[in-house]
Each structure stands twice: as C-alpha cells, then as structure tokens.
Nanobody
C-alpha cells in the first residue's frame, strides 16, 4: 500500500487547512484510514481515524474543530482542520491500517504550521 498525502502549510491561528491522502496498491476493506501527528519533542499521536464502516475516533484536543471524512471508492481520506491553534503545529502523517491483520502503512508526512 502506498499513501500520497497533500495539503498542509502555514496558517494563522484561527484559520483553516485541509489535508488529503489517497491509498493505492493492495487496498482492501475493511480498513482504517486517518491521521497521526508529531510535534517537535513530542510523541506521535492519533488525530483522527475513520473505519470502513463509518466509525470515527478523534483525539479530544481536536474534537469540534477537525472533521475527518473518507471516500471508500477512491481509497481517500480527508481532514478538514478549522480554528487552528499554535499547538496544532506538527508533521501530519496519513496512515492506512489493514483489518483484521493490523498491518500499518504510512504516508510521507506533511507539515502544518500555525503561527502569526
């Protein structure tokens, strides 16, 4: 499985950005697609994930600000990020998890910087 992510960049606090990621290769259902992030000096954390069946998980710090969506037909996942805060600054990684095996695949990472 190969993952190609796009989006990210520099935005002022309170602004919005969107990320997208498309999986190719041996993409089978069921699966999970989503986003992790890693800020400087911190561990990588799950931001949002969406299962094939529609179940969604968010880290508490982004609830009500970020929205994940998934197009199973296009093997793509999207992350709409609103009301961005400086603490959202991180490298965001798209990931794909094959179920039930749990095999994980990662995209190349895209930098999101929230700063005035």
């Amino acid at each position: 499985v190969q993952l190609q992510a796009s989006g990210g960049g520099l935005v002022q606090p309170g602004g919005s950005l969107s990320l997208s990621c498309t999986a190719s290769g041996s993409v089978f259902s069921p699966n999970v697609m989503g986003w992790y992030r890693q800020a400087p000096g911190k561990q990588r954390e799950l931001v949002a994930a969406m299962f094939t069946g529609g179940r969604i998980n968010y880290v508490d710090s982004v609830k009500d600000r970020f929205t994940i969506s998934k197009d199973n037909a296009k093997n793509s996942v999207y992350l709409q990020m609103n009301s961005l805060k400086p603490e959202d600054t991180a490298v965001y990684y798209c990931y794909f998890r094959r179920l039930p095996s749990g095999d994980d695949y990662w995209g190349q990472g895209t930098l999101v910087t929230v700063s005035s």
